[in-house]
């Protein structure tokens, strides 16, 4: 007694099987792209705290900080060093505070114009809960910037250096600077909530009630 064949899949019994192996694929990739935290509308589970900081910062971007453009979701810095007096330093050395980063060159007009504002605003504002880390890019005659720095009176700003440009390059490759100055905003979780390119007055009125209120968030 022979076997019974068996019956070929239905043209449309193959197509569902398809189907349904494609939505495990995109479910699973789903998953995987938010706990590694990739790029576009989901959050990674490491900058959850920074989307509500997002959101109550974005109203704020207004007068002489109408350039800062909100980044939703908040996403994760890449990793670079720079330098300082205490040794190298990342960003993870001010994880718990917000960031005020701010990237800057004796070389450039802008830079120079907008550091005693940032000066002012460290000094009226900085606290345990808040920081201006102003990072100076210069790449030659770097002993020309501490003196630069003392001629200007700027004495409130911790002064942070990175010599060789890596941070510039890492910044550059997520697209998030394409010259200076530029401001970045980081939420005490380390990740990117706010960006801005060119100056801004930083000790106005429209600055300090952002800081005041990125203070107030739990």
Same mark, same amino acid.
């Given at each position: 007694m022979t076997e019974p064949a068996i019956a070929p899949l239905s043209r449309r019994k193959r197509a569902?099987?398809?189907?349904?192996?494609?939505?495990?694929?995109?479910?699973?990739?789903?998953?995987?792209?938010?706990?590694?935290?990739?790029?576009?509308?989901v959050v990674p589970d490491f900058c959850?705290?920074?989307v509500a900081l997002s959101e109550r910062s974005a109203s704020l971007y207004r007068g002489d900080i109408a350039a800062m453009r909100a980044v939703t979701p908040p996403r994760p810095m890449p990793t670079f060093a720079f330098a300082s007096v205490e040794g190298s330093k990342t960003l993870?050395?001010?994880?718990?505070? =917000?960031? @005020?980063f701010n990237l800057w060159a004796t070389w450039c007009v802008p830079c120079r114009e907008e550091m005693p504002a940032l000066d002012r605003l460290e000094a009226e504002r900085g606290s345990q809960n808040f920081i201006v880390l102003a990072l100076n890019m210069d790449t030659r005659n770097t002993?020309?910037?501490?003196?630069?720095?003392?001629?200007?009176? =700027?004495?409130?700003?911790?002064?942070?250096?990175?010599?060789e440009g890596k941070t510039f390059?890492? @910044?550059r490759k997520e697209g998030l600077v394409t010259g200076?100055?530029?401001? @970045?905003? =980081?939420?005490?979780?380390?990740?990117l909530i706010g960006a801005m390119s060119g100056p801004a007055k930083w000790d106005g009125a429209d600055a300090l009630a952002l800081v005041a209120a990125l203070q107030k968030q739990p």
């Open positions: 569902s099987l398809v189907a349904l192996g494609l939505l495990v694929a995109v479910s699973a990739a789903f998953v995987l792209y938010g706990r590694l935290g990739g790029r576009g509308n959850a705290d920074s993870a050395d001010f994880k718990g505070r =917000i960031v @005020l002993e020309r910037v501490p003196q630069w720095l003392d001629d200007n009176n =700027i004495k409130k700003l911790v002064r942070y250096s990175d010599a390059q890492a @910044l200076l100055p530029t401001t @970045l905003l =980081i939420g005490r979780d380390g990740c």
